[in-house]
């Protein structure tokens, strides 16, 4: 009997408001056997031009205005979550809210998975206190480029394979 490979994806959102719906930039990292192979990138068109978080991730309506809606990125994401266990996000709870309602908002039922939060497995594995993505990083020696999705996915991939590698159950 053969093992199938041990599969996981991280995700990390960035929003343009503070409404669930607002996504305008999204990565995931897909990790098979402890070793990332494949991330994406997409910028995403929010339903709204109004920018409350620019500042913070440096996404405004002029960077996103001709990319594709939630709906239309919807197809490349559900290929890199198929296949996963689970998804790692950094604050989970937030992630999974803005996918849950950027699926209600385009009519697509969302995918039926386990979340694992990576603040939670920092703080279980390590003691990790603060436990803000860039402490994490900080303690275990991972490169950051805070609040742009595609760092901070691959920062979320690289702590449950962290964690993994010192024996946590994930």
Known sequence: MRHK???????????????????????????ENGEIIDRIYQLIRPPRQDFEFTYLHGIAWEHVKDQPTFQEAWPLLEKHLKDAKFVAAHNAGFDRNVLNTCCAQAGITPPRIRYECTMQIARRVWRIYPTKLSDVCRHLGINLNHHHAGSDAEACARIVIAAMEDGAEI
């Open 5 to 31: 490979p041990s599969v996981f994806a991280a995700i990390d959102f960035e929003t343009a408001d503070r409404c669930g719906d607002s996504a305008c930039a999204v990565a995931v990292v897909t990790v």
